[in-house]
């Protein structure tokens, strides 16, 4: 009929309405299901390979992604991601954990006792994965060089050999431990150091000179959480070329108990590689004198740098550098612990004393290495320090580190927090009264750098000051007019007020809260006594292999100084 209109059932509408609803819920909710299964999935899989690291000898690591072709070397496919051992250099990947834990065995820190005395033992091959550029033992042509698991290398030695070069003999060849035969702790060498400690006795010199007069074990001592954090790096590297137990975490073990494994070594023959900051540095030296108050003077070891810190004044000093990013290969650092020569640092005792009645005085007692300051540099560690205890996770950047201090080293040239300090200290060097202009901040030196890389003491132009030492028993003072004066004396564009050198150093704080440092330790002082005194000689290691313009002429001058002093004598 005319007039009528024409319309669908009401119920396709409503079901058009529900179908829409439900794709769009569907659409929403799978990939969430599916996100939260996988995330499950994956937090299951984590359990049980943490479970199957910490039931395993092999020291292994996950990693998401290998930074070169990797084949598996239990099941020989090619893996992207996948666990490898830290110690031996095994990869896997996750489904062949098991089974590599089974058929193949880690690097063995001591051999197992069969009740022999042994002083040699067999390779350690391992097959696949070699090293770029690694070359055959036999044939001398290179090797790895097959998409494919393909050639071995042993473990201890790092000498690698083709498939078809393998022969009989060189599986019974005895190992010679490779180019860091010297630095290495054989496994037989802790074996036969167990049974005779056994045995009750304790003459290891007979056992040692088996090994030679050059042979200097090192053991390495990594701060993980040092400046960049490439500590967790370091240690793989370092395991993989040496025995493991000669490698520490010092976030796991302290260096006083670390240290212990000097006395199983031959007298004055030990050598420790620190891998972290001058923080660090100190803390080992601090073990180290621990071990002359024990009465093991006998095992004292001489101490290298890898500069893992932000300002690394001390490694600076000693010529190991300003900073380590990955730069030189592991195996050149080795290299130039075995060739650096012994020499004395001298240590110093900070000792502050509260004013107040005599009988509630607070003493407190530093080591200090690199300097002591008060002023404008020392709030800016403060500073730095307060921010870095509350966001730790936002300071693994050197580079972070230092546009933090440059910070604070800005807006203290606006507020100058430290001025007049002239008027609110006192300073004494060898008992004599010092007239202070008006300064900011007063830095008292033992080393020849400060403030990461700047030569303090020699500064620009050329004026006849003696070149600072670190082994003379003198400290240089010098002091500074604020912030922005030790920017320029960081750039070359000014000196600092040289105040003088002396054995012992006495500053009064009168009436006021300054902030002071000592060796890049921050803190806020009220009214004290500062007393600087030598405390005693620690043993390093100076690396003269690459040495900047500034140590070159610095030691040159230490080297013409020694002669005058010799000619004298």
């Known amino acids: 009929m005319e007039g009528e209109e024409i319309s669908g059932p009401p119920s396709s509408g409503v079901f058009a309405d529900w179908s829409l609803a439900f794709w769009t819920l569907c659409s929403v909710v799978l990939p969430v299901v599916i996100t939260l299964w996988c995330s499950f999935q994956r937090s299951r ?18 990693t998401d992604l290998f930074g070169q072709p990797t084949y598996c070397c239990v099941c020989a496919q090619h893996i ?3 666990a490898f051992c830290n110690c031996c250099g095994l990869c896997v990947h996750e489904g062949c954990l098991k089974k590599a834990d089974q058929h193949f065995l880690c690097k063995e820190i001591m051999m197992r006792g069969d009740g022999e005395v042994h002083t040699s033992m067999a390779h350690h091959w391992i097959r696949g994965n070699v090293p770029l550029c690694s070359y055959c033992v036999v044939c001398k042509q290179q090797c790895g060089t097959q998409p494919k698991l393909c050639d071995y290398r042993c473990v201890w030695c790092q000498q690698t050999v083709h498939d078809e070069c393998m022969q009989n003999s060189l599986k019974s ?43 200097t074990p090192i053991i390495i001592l990594a701060n993980t959480r040092s400046g960049n954090n490439m500590g967790e790096t370091l240690l793989g590297e370092l395991k993989i070329l040496l025995n493991p137990v000669q490698v520490f ?3 796991k073990i302290s260096p006083a108990k670390a240290l212990q494994l000097c006395t199983l070594l031959p ?50 000093t000693l010529a190991w550098g300003a900073g380590y990013a990955g730069e030189v290969p592991v195996e050149q650092i080795l ?3 075995m060739e650096a020569d012994g020499i004395k640092l001298d240590r110093w005792k900070v000792q502050v004393t509260n004013k107040g009645y005599y009988n509630l005085r607070k003493l407190k007692v530093f080591t200090m290495n690199n300097y002591f300051s008060i002023g404008p540099d020392a709030l800016m560690a403060l500073n730095f320090h307060a921010h870095r205890e509350k966001a730790p996770s936002l300071f693994s950047s050197r580079i972070i580190n230092k546009a933090v201090y440059f910070f ?18 006192e300073l004494e060097l060898d008992g004599e009264r010092i007239d202070l202009p008006n300064l900011e901040g007063i830095i008292v030196l033992n080393i020849g750098y400060w403030g990461g890389g700047c030569r303090l003491w020699e500064g620009m132009g050329d004026e006849p000051y003696p070149m600072a030492r670190y082994d003379d028993g003198l400290l240089e003072v010098a002091g500074v007019y604020g912030s922005f004066h030790c920017a320029q004396i960081q750039v070359k564009l000014a000196n600092p007020v040289r105040l003088g050198q002396a054995h012992t150093v006495r500053l009064i704080l009168k009436n006021s809260k300054m902030p002071m440092q000592v060796d890049g330790e921050p803190w806020a002082q009220g009214p004290c006594t500062v007393t600087i005194t030598h405390k005693t000689h ?7 292999g690459e040495q900047t313009d500034d140590d070159a002429s610095s030691m040159s001058e230490q080297e013409h100084t020694r002669e005058q002093t010799d000619e004298d004598i």
């Open 45 to 62: 899989r984590q359990v049980l390979r943490r479970d199957i690291f910490r039931k395993s000898k092999h020291d292994w690591h996950y």
């Open 80 to 82: 992207l991601q996948g």
């Open 538 to 544: 620690a043993l390093m290691l100076y690396h003269s």
């Open 267 to 316: 007298y004055h023959s030990a050598r420790v590689l620190v891998c972290g900051g001058d923080g660090t540095v100190g803390w080992v030296l601090d073990a180290i004198d621990e071990m002359k108050i024990k009465g093991q003077e006998r095992y004292i070891p001489q101490v290298a740098i890898l500069p893992l810190g932000t300002g690394n004044d001390l490694s600076n």
């Open 173 to 215: 060849e005895k190992c010679r431990f490779g180019e860091f035969r010297n630095l290495i702790i054989p496994p037989y060498y802790l074996s036969t150091i167990n049974k005779i400690r056994k045995d009750k006795r304790t003459d290891y010199g007979k056992l040692a000179s088996s090994y030679g007069k050059h042979w």
């Open 249 to 251: 975490d010092l976030s």
């Open 335 to 337: 290299r130039n612990v």
């Open 408 to 425: 604070y080293g800005t807006k203290d040239c606006l507020v100058q927090e430290c001025k007049d300090l002239n008027k609110k200290v």
